[in-house]
Structures are given as structure tokens and as C-alpha cells.
């Protein structure tokens, strides 16, 4: 796995069995000290492996760095409210990437949000295996400024129950064709 201030092909590298790290869902987690480079990062690409999808009517963190998770200016990537979104600047309601109901347990995803200040808003785009799903302009959004610990596995709603194989953050926004390539030259390590 792959995680910390990683930028134009500079990696930290962090890893245990079977190159990913399974987190239990109830006591978890990596913590990342605060980057000014975290702030900056435009797109987040994780892998992950879902042991169990939370229920509807809760919330479980995959990465979170912000004070709280419904704090702008946070950098989210949650499953909560039977959907599995990503904020980048804003609070956990932001971009909805999918249905928590149209993935599966045991399987891995390549997930990979963007944010980028247009002058008007927070423009974020989501994508799940390399394909784009959605996207969004929050106004009340902006650029993280937050001095906050990375969490990877946990977050103010909770702790992740499965497995993260690799995170990669970078300064600028990935185009379409470079997160679908990301995705593969990296898919047959995760068996898709």
C-alpha cells in the first residue's frame, strides 16, 4: 500500500499482509500527520475492499481529514446514508459516487475523487473503476485548509470494516483517461 505526501510518482511506502491493510471496523485505523500537500492534493485514488456495507441509516469512514465530518473545508471519502461520497472542501453530503446497494462485499474498487476550485464553487467528480459517475459544484465549499490528522479506516462516523489496498494523492486533477488507465495497469493486482 502505498500511502503519505505522495506527488508526481513519489510514494511513501506502508504495507502488511498480503499488500493491503484489512481493518476490523472496530478499533482500525492509520493515522497521517498533517501535509500542506494533503490540503493541496486535487484527486484522491484509493482502493478498497468492503467487508460489510454499513446500513442505510449509518456511517462509516474510509478516509477523513477534517475536524468533523459535517466541518467544511474536510477531505471525505464515506459510506453513510446508503451511499458510498467524497468531499473534497465541503461536509459529508457532498458528491454522491454510488449506491452502497449496487456494490459488493469481497470485491475491490478503484475509487477516485477530484476537487478543483472553479472561481465559482468546489467542482468534485467521482469515479468508481475507472469510469466517471458523477459530479457536483458545491459554492459553499473551498479549499481545505484544515491542519487535521489523514485518518485512513476511520472518521468521526465510525470505523471501516474492510480492506484498503492502495492510496495515491496528487497535486493535480487526473483527466478521465488517466484514472481509467490508473485503473488498468492496476486491476489484475486486485483480480478485476
Known amino acids: 500500500i502505498y500511502v503519505g505526501n505522495m506527488f508526481a510518482g513519489d510514494n511513501a511506502t506502508l504495507s502488511k499482509s498480503s499488500n493491503y491493510l484489512d481493518f476490523d471496523g472496530t478499533n482500525d485505523r492509520i493515522d497521517i500527520a498533517h501535509s500542506t500537500q494533503l490540503n493541496n492534493a486535487k484527486t484522491w485514488e484509493i482502493w478498497i475492499n468492503i ?76 469515479y468508481l473503476n475507472g469510469v466517471f459517475k458523477n459530479s457536483d459544484t458545491r459554492t459553499s465549499a473551498f479549499i481545505p485548509t484544515n491542519t487535521n490528522t489523514l485518518y485512513l479506516g476511520y472518521g468521526n462516523g465510525g470505523y471501516m470494516d474492510g480492506k484498503i489496498g492502495l492510496v495515491r494523492v496528487y497535486n493535480g486533477i487526473l483527466t478521465a483517461a488517466e484514472i481509467k488507465s490508473n485503473f488498468n495497469q492496476l486491476r489484475g493486482r486486485f483480480g478485476l
Open 51 to 126: 467487508d460489510s456495507i454499513p446500513a442505510s441509516n449509518t456511517y462509516k469512514s474510509i478516509i477523513q481529514k477534517s475536524a468533523n465530518w459535517n466541518n467544511q473545508g474536510g477531505i471525505l471519502l464515506s459510506m453513510i446514508y446508503g451511499n458510498l461520497r467524497f468531499s473534497y472542501g465541503g461536509y459529508w453530503a457532498d458528491l454522491i459516487i454510488e449506491s452502497l446497494s449496487n456494490l459488493s462485499t469481497n470485491t475491490w474498487y478503484q475509487v477516485v475523487g477530484t476537487g478543483e476550485d472553479t472561481g465559482s464553487g468546489i467542482l468534485m467528480k467521482g
